[in-house]
């Protein structure tokens, strides 16, 4: 089996979104630059890969902006 979980960075943060409370920001779990879904400039972080299952999306993976790093998004389910 494959695997593509390793980048060059060789780690991937993963952030469970239900265990966010508030507007559904986080800090970055390395540098702690805040994250918000909501901000789509792509100044702050950019969109690597996202996953769909059955027109939902249920996982996502974003870089951040100030320090690189790639951060799983979880918890998507039910939110839409
Ligand atoms: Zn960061």
Redesign the pocket.
Known sequence: MMKKSMSKKGIIYTVNLTEIEGDGSFP?P??A?VISPEDETEEIYKIVDTKIVNDELVELVIM?G??G?NIKLTGFQGTI
Do not use: L, Q
């Open positions: 970055c390395k540098c630059t951040c100030n320090c790093s």
